[in-house]
């Protein structure tokens, strides 16, 4: 992968040349003479046609080649970093917890409007993403297993598992960022893990990890303030997204339109749904803004309950600067959307 064969050639170039070079030409370099005269490079010259005996302006050039080759190879600051993540959870996590930090781009390696990876299948531009990233932030805990092959074929890629430590509801339900204490858990493992692999920028992804955080926490406890003292708790959501944000605020998941996006629930499942809703006296329906919510509106129809929209924040604008602020954005609205239905 091209990625990987160019670390490669860095550090093996690196170590058996630019060594030598550095005992050998530089203070020439530095004297203004001539750097590259001298056993094998000397060599390397004449084969060049610029080493000793050539022209004045033949020389120069070569003593700038030799300078843009040595600060290409050891350059002032700290490496540049390519940083990619899975999906847009985790794309939006990197993209606060990096920040404006220098040298470091964030990268989502599918596009934000996929949703949920659950039957994600990797392009043939994901692969290039994938040879070309020094790290991948994953969610973990079984959402990403499209890239398990890719990344066995690419063993220089660090791997970052934002949902590493968290429990997992029903021992393997992977949508841990949904709930408020699952993403800022995530956004302090993600932030732990660079400073660990980067520790010449550690400062900064303390920082803003620290900053995002702050932010989170106050709008759980905004959350908490609104949902905690709400009387009928019993929901049911479209798919298996929302255990997490439930636990977070005392909400009963009642039932589950359909098990996997796409998957539509058989007419068996849609009558005791429909059955459970009366039953219980269910306030809210909920679907989601990625997927068609057919069948939410068929019980809806049904028992006049009124079905509103929850967003797990797995799609948003791809632009950084509107991506920062999408999670808070998302579950802003989803706070008014509960307040509302489980209000009437």
């Not at 040349?17 to 020439?28: E, I, Q």
């Not at 079905?307 to 579950?331: C, K």
Request: overall charge positive.
């Amino acid at each position: 992968m091209p990625g990987y064969f160019m670390r490669f050639f860095r550090k093996s170039f690196c170590r058996h040349m630019c060594g030598a070079w550095l005992l050998n030409g530089f203070p020439a370099l530095l004297q203004g003479g001539n750097p590259l005269k001298g056993g094998c490079l000397d060599r390397i010259a004449s084969v060049s046609g610029r080493g000793d005996g050539r022209s004045g302006r033949s020389w120069k050039s070569a003593r700038s080649l030799c300078a843009i080759f040595l600060l290409g190879f050891f350059p002032t600051g700290a490496q540049s970093l390519e940083i990619l993540a899975s999906f847009y959870p985790m794309y939006v996590s990197a993209l606060n917890v990096v920040g404006d930090t220098p040298g470091v781009k964030v990268t989502c390696l599918t596009e934000p409007f996929v949703g949920c990876l659950h039957d994600y299948a990797l392009t043939a531009g994901d692969m290039k993403k994938l040879a070309g990233a020094d790290i991948l932030v994953t969610n973990g805990a079984g959402m990403e297993t499209f890239v398990d092959k890719a990344v066995k074929q690419s063993p220089v890629l660090r791997i970052i598992e934002a949902g590493k430590g968290i429990p997992q509801i029903s021992g393997d339900n992977p949508h841990v960022w949904v709930g408020l204490s699952g993403a800022i858990q995530q956004v302090k493992n993600i932030a732990r893990e660079l400073e660990a692999a980067d520790p010449a920028r550690a400062e900064h992804y303390r920082k803003n990890a620290d900053a995002y955080v702050k932010k989170l926490e106050a709008l759980r406890a905004d959350m908490h303030a609104a949902l905690d003292g709400v009387k009928n708790r019993d929901i049911i959501t479209f798919h298996e997204a929302f255990p997490y944000f439930a636990q977070e605020f005392g909400l009963n998941i009642v039932g589950v339109i359909e098990r996997e996006p796409g998957s539509e629930s058989t007419a068996r499942e849609m009558a005791e749904t429909i059955d459970l809703v009366r039953q219980r006296k269910v306030p809210a329906l909920f679907a989601e803004p990625q997927y068609p919510a057919k069948s939410a509106r068929v019980i809806e129809r049904e028992t006049g309950v009124v079905v509103s929209l929850l967003d797990p924040v797995v799609t948003g604008p791809r632009e950084p600067s509107a991506a920062r602020d999408a999670y808070l954005v998302a579950m802003r609205k989803n706070l008014d959307v509960l307040r509302k239905a489980l209000s009437e």
